[in-house]
């Protein structure tokens, strides 16, 4: 999914002279997202993406909260909305990631016994 939106937003951004508005609905033009844009859950997702495309945000997208809430209650009521393989490379990339395991060693003074003598 991820790379089907940078693809799309790079289509968007290939002519540097358009208003924001213009590039983003450019970028929802895009024939890579066509499939997500048809569907129970098109429209979410076009609300979400154009919301994401326009914003001035310092965090990109975090004004936009309510358009993907939306999409993602869509896609929970119609888990087909979109096509699986596009679903699934997002699943697998999470599963890819390896879980590290921290061991936590306490400093040396931390083990002392309270009833040490301090040492002058």
Known sequence: MESLLAEATAYGNEDENLSPEAKAQKALECPCIQ?????????????????????????????????FVALQKCIQINPNAFPSDVLENDEAEAQEKPVQDYKIIPPKWSLETANAKPKL
Do not use: H, W, Y
Not at 51 to 67: H, L, Q, R, T, Y
């Open 35 to 67: 499939n997500l844009r048809t569907g129970p859950c098109g429209s979410q997702f076009s609300e979400a993406f154009l919301c994401f495309m326009k914003s001035n945000a310092e965090e990109k997208g975090s004004d936009c909260v309510n358009p």
